[in-house]
């Protein structure tokens, strides 16, 4: 069964510095597909990134970069120079098709991100 | 545009009232969601439409009803509801349920958050 494992709680930071918010996943199909999501607190999930189990290049978005790293079974996300509005819960979230069926994905419980001015 | 559509942002009611969430995506996306979230968790899957059939229901209780009327709409029924239903409902599409070509990747409205006196 699909596990998502987001230990992180609560990070709290000052604005501009860096933060990286853990995601450690299991799963036993080699194909899946890894997403996080940004939840501010006006509550829309706002979809950040997708990466397929057979892409371990890391990416970069402007001040967001992921490391997909199948090895440790992560896929952690850091934001560089945080900023106020930063502030969200970050979940983390694998999706999977056992037995070729939907692809539906499981959250990590999130991790909430405070960004103080 | 990756929009998703709901009404209305809030909702207050009573045990016996009957009222209904609505949810509009105009992507062309043929998979639609209804996930519960509750303060401080993640989203919990109850409901989805494939092609505008019901795909899946997590044992989702019958005050609940969804309604697919068709490719751009989603209903969520609401009757007979617990104060502990008291949650954000937020509804996401997705291109369909399949991985592999990026047709997975949810995209989530607002949310209705909806208090039951």
């Known amino acids: 069964a699909q596990k998502v494992t987001q230990a992180q709680t609560e990070i709290s930071v000052v604005e501009k510095e860096d933060v990286t918010l853990d995601c450690v996943y299991e799963?036993?199909?080699?194909?899946?597909?890894l997403f996080w999501y940004k939840q501010p607190p006006s509550g829309e999930l706002v979809f950040l990134i997708r990466?397929?189990?057979?892409?371990?290049q890391n990416e970069i978005s402007g001040r967001y970069s992921w490391n997909f790293q199948k090895s440790t079974s992560s896929f952690n996300f850091t934001i560089t120079a945080s900023q106020v509005v930063d502030s969200a819960v970050y979940f983390c979230?694998?999706?999977?098709?056992?037995?070729?069926?939907?692809?539906?994905?499981?959250f990590g419980r999130g991790t909430s991100l405070i960004v103080h001015p | 545009d990756t929009e998703v559509t709901q009404t209305p942002k809030h909702l207050v009611m009573g045990m016996t009232n009957k009222k209904s969430l609505k949810c509009e995506q105009h992507?062309?996306?043929?998979?639609m969601y209804w996930y519960k979230q509750k303060a401080k968790k993640p989203p919990e899957l109850m409901f989805v439409?494939?092609?505008?059939?019901?795909?899946i229901n997590e044992s989702v209780p019958s005050r609940f009803s969804p309604e697919c009327p068709n490719s751009s709409l989603l209903n969520l029924h609401l009757h007979a509801l617990q104060p502990e239903d008291s949650a954000l409902y937020l509804c996401?599409?997705?291109?369909?349920?399949?991985?592999?070509?990026?047709?997975?990747?949810?995209?989530f409205g607002p949310g209705t958050r909806l208090t039951v006196l």
């Open positions: 996401a599409s997705s291109q369909d349920l399949a991985g592999g070509l990026n047709t997975d990747t949810q995209y």
């Open positions: 799963t036993r199909d080699t194909t899946y597909y």
């Open positions: 990466r397929n189990s057979f892409d371990e």
């Open positions: 979230a694998l999706s999977e098709a056992p037995g070729g069926g939907s692809y539906i994905p499981t």
């Open positions: 992507m062309g996306h043929r998979a």
């Open positions: 439409y494939s092609y505008e059939k019901l795909s």
